[in-house]
């Protein structure tokens, strides 16, 4: 699971241009209400919305992450794509793994995986999926340039069999692999289309073949991209004909679009503008579904004062949780304790396992002494500032800045902020000198399949095993062997209990300082439903049963 | 004439290399947009240093990119992965035709409140001042923000995003947008306007002709007029210029997808190809429409304008 990377990127740069507007254009209209936005209670976050019955032409859907850069399940993760390619398996809107274009994907033996491919599926020109075209987008991920290279790191080769099966090889137990044909890394594409287009697969010049209920149509560049409605589609065809998808990055036109009816529905949109959706004079609903996305902020150097564990747990211990998402989600979201979020393993086989554990963990929680103590404890200068980075624009983090910001002021701590451009702010993440003289970086991520062990990999983990934002070179040989325990086991409950081991340590290190859970937010008009509003919008056909209420 | 376009020629010679050089010295790596997401490995990063060669020295990198230019090849985009010119051209219509309204806009409402106030009663001058100064301290994206409440929002006259479909419906969309962009402008030729005319009004000439008995209209188109519109030409032909890059504020406001928000978008991606063509391409929509008001001006009153030495 490398997905974080990337998602924490494109997060990031699309809250910097979508909320900047969002609480200017949406103050005047309803009444006013001073108090704190009501919380919605997380038993009440819906994963999917009651199936179409009516026939819909067409639908304008908003991408407020902007224009896709690429339309490559491999190097791109966007809300486009799942409607678009088919994976071998399928994340159900309640994140559970269920089969896709591969009617069974199961490990036979310890290092072999078989996946036979489901009778009777078609690209969208008619051409049936083969072994060879799943062997071919399975060999796409097998290259550090794929967003799920560490999924498949430990593959030794791919074969195919003329019988519709294939047969995976590795050099050592990998229980990440099945997850990861759940998303993007289990997209199948068509062989003789990507050999025929090259390096263009996936871009407006090059397109795409793929076998998902929508088949790419047309994308103009910088205006929209449209899907039409694949009448052949092995899960039966869509309801909705025509899906365009248009870019809107600024929270203010996306909210008034939104509300006026001129876009039917988009994903992400800005929890500032709550007031707005849930106004009675809009043309839609706010739906709140469960997600893996969280905010968060962790150290960036091992030779800051960041690195010592005892102040990022005084810096947790400082701020208030309920504030913070009162202020930043607008009450859109929940307390998480751990940088793991629960509804990644909710549909995983070991789920029990992995919810006593998070149940017994501790609730984060205000101790102002407690707080002062670590800091006094640790001996760290605390004359010296320690400098934050936060993506420019985006309202979110602003607020979250100044709100970690004052919570040191509170325990004798100076942080300032350092606002950076997106480009600039995605670079911090893989180029060492651009972290010089940062200490903590402010983020957000989700994770788009089940699986417990995307976050803990990159960033509890040695460099060497795969911690690549493991920046304050945190090493704890136990957290290690548990991890890779995890990683290798060949049944569901010694995997969950070696990762629950894991965290019973590193959840109080707090590699990264977890600020809150954010909901997956859905702005539809009130005409249409059908769709999944959970965070496995990001895997699954979300837009296959869309249609008319 | 030829020299006025090896002026041009030098000038967007000039500016390409300013260009070119100051996107080199800003923040922020390229190879965060080249890898467009992807975890780079260091031999990934070497990779596509050196396909798009960012290694080079950058007076070579500046001269492999102006042979592009010069051959009609404009690069591709390190974020879509597409040509440059493609991107460019398909936003483009857009952004023109916004400019094309706000300049309408412009014209009637600028020079014709800019000619009232300097011909008008008092209280005319009065209003028009009031209204001009409140014009001017409006910012872009405050107008359309209020704009999109008002008209939009509230009364559901107009869209509020999106450029359309082409033809009427075009025209539509891009009422909102236009007259956001457009409000600070006629403010600001408006003013112009005025005082050009009102400088007019005031010179020797003009007096002289009115004691002479010359009707009041004709001194007006042939004195008056006349000498003030080269001067007012030439900050109109700035202005319209000007528009093609501040259109950026109220293409992303309404959602439009033009030029301007390519540039913004491009910049922030650091994708160096887009934002270097599309830069590029402002300074010479710049340097043209200026020479062309110049011209202008030099044609309605040829002694007035000492550009016109050589043609």
Request: charged letters at 15%; one cysteine or more; glycine letters at 8%.
């Amino acid at each position: 699971m490398t997905r974080t990377t990337r998602r924490r990127f494109t997060v990031a740069a699309a809250l910097a241009t979508a909320t900047v507007l969002a609480a200017t254009a949406c103050a005047p209209r309803t009444g006013t209400n001073d108090s704190s936005p009501e919380e919605i209670d997380a038993s009440s976050l819906v994963t999917s919305l009651p199936a179409a019955t009516t026939a819909v032409d067409e639908v304008t859907w908003a991408v407020v992450e902007g224009e896709p850069q690429t339309l490559d399940p491999s190097s791109s993760a966007n809300i486009i794509i799942p409607n678009l390619c088919d994976s071998l398996l399928t994340v159900e809107p309640g994140f559970t793994l269920e089969a896709g274009i591969a009617e069974k994907a199961e490990w036979i033996d310890p290092v072999t995986f078989e996946i036979t491919v489901r009778d009777g599926v078609s690209f969208w020109d008619g051409t049936p999926v083969t072994a060879a075209d799943v062997a071919y987008s399975l060999e796409r991920n097998r290259t550090p340039a794929s967003q799920w290279y560490a999924a498949f790191a430990l593959i030794s080769s791919i074969e195919t069999s003329s019988d519709g099966t294939v047969i995976v090889h590795f050099t050592a137990p990998d229980t990440t692999f099945r997850d990861a044909l759940g998303g993007g890394g289990g997209a199948v594409m068509s062989k003789a289309f990507g050999d025929t287009v090259g390096a263009d697969l996936g871009t407006s010049g090059g397109g795409l073949m793929c076998a998902g209920p929508y088949q790419l149509d047309d994308w103009k560049p910088g205006t929209e991209i449209s899907v039409t409605a694949n009448p052949d589609y092995w899960n039966g065809a869509p309801l909705t004909e025509r899906i365009r998808f248009v870019f809107v990055t600024d929270g203010a036109t996306l909210t008034s679009a939104l509300t006026a009816g001129e876009i039917d529905g988009a994903f992400n949109v800005p929890p500032g503008s709550r007031q707005s959706f849930e106004a009675e004079d809009g043309e839609g609903r706010l739906i709140s579904g469960p997600s893996t996305a969280s905010y968060s902020f962790g150290p960036t150097s091992a030779d800051s004062a960041a690195a010592d564990p005892r102040v990022r747990q005084a810096l947790s211990l400082a701020i208030d949780r309920s504030t913070y998402i009162d202020t930043v989600l607008q009450g859109l979201g929940q307390v998480q304790k751990t940088i793991v979020p629960p509804f990644v393993w909710s549909g995983m086989e070991a789920k029990d396992t992995y919810q006593d554990a998070y149940d017994a963990l501790p609730s984060p929680e205000v101790d102002l002494d407690a707080a002062k103590d670590l800091i006094a404890e640790s001996g760290i200068d605390t004359s010296t500032p320690l400098v934050l980075a936060v993506p420019a624009g985006a309202k979110e983090f602003s607020q979250t800045a100044s709100i970690i910001q004052s919570a040191a002021k509170d325990i004798g701590l100076t942080v300032t902020i350092d606002e950076r451009q997106p480009a600039d702010f995605g670079a911090l993440f893989y180029t060492p000198e651009l972290r010089d003289g940062i200490d903590f970086v402010a983020t957000t991520g989700y994770l788009e399949v089940p699986g417990v062990l995307g976050y803990p990999q990159l960033f509890m983990l040695p460099a060497e095993f795969g911690g690549i934002f493991n920046w304050s070179g945190y090493a704890n040989d136990e957290v290690t062997a548990d991890l890779q325990a995890a990683r290798t086991a060949t049944d569901a409950t010694t995997a969950a209990e070696a990762f629950v081991s894991a965290q019973e340590i590193f959840a109080p290190d707090q590699l990264q300082v977890t600020l809150a859970g954010a909901y997956q937010l859905t702005y539809l008009s009130d005409d249409l439903t059908g769709i999944t509003t959970s965070v496995a919008i990001y895997s699954s056909p979300w837009a296959l049963r869309l249609g008319g209420e | 004439m030829l020299g006025k376009l090896g002026g041009l020629a030098l000038t967007l010679f000039l500016a390409s290399v300013i260009i070119f050089s100051a996107l080199l010295l800003t923040p922020g790596d390229p190879v965060t947009a080249l890898a467009g997401g992807a975890r780079p490995t260091p031999e990934l990063i070497a990779a596509i240093r050196a396909e798009y060669r960012l290694d080079d020295p950058v007076w070579l990198q500046y001269l492999h990119w102006l042979g592009g230019v010069v051959t009609g090849d404009f690069g591709r985009s390190f974020v879509y992965k597409t040509d440059v010119a493609e991107l460019v051209g398909a936003r483009f219509a857009v952004t023109f035709q916004l400019v094309l309204l706000t300049t309408a806009l412009i014209a009637v409402f600028g020079l014709g409140s800019g000619i009232l106030a300097a011909i008008g009663s008092r209280r005319t001058d009065m209003v028009v001042s009031v209204t001009t100064s409140l014009g001017m301290a409006l910012p872009t994206f405050i107008v359309a923000i209020l704009l999109i409440w008002i008209f939009a929002t509230s009364l559901g006259w107009f869209p509020t995003f999106g450029a359309g479909e082409e033809g009427l419906d075009r025209l539509w969309h891009l009422v909102l947008p236009a007259v956001s962009l457009a409000l600070m402008f006629i403010a600001y030729i408006s003013r112009v306007t005025r005082s050009a005319l009102v400088a007019q009004l005031h010179s020797e000439h003009v007096e002289t002709a009115r004691v002479r008995g010359i009707p009041w209209g004709r001194v007006f188109r042939r004195h008056v007029f006349h000498n003030a519109a080269p001067q007012i030409l030439a900050i109109s032909g700035t202005t319209i210029a000007g528009l093609f890059a501040a259109s950026a504020i109220a293409e992303q406001a309404f959602g439009l997808g033009g030029v301007g928000s390519l540039l913004t978008e491009a910049a922030a991606r650091k994708d160096l190809p887009v934002v270097q063509v599309v830069s590029l391409l402002l300074v010479a929509l710049f340097v043209v429409l200026n020479a062309i008001a110049d011209l202008l001006a030099a044609a309605i009153d040829p002694d007035s304008a000492g550009t016109r030495r050589n043609a």
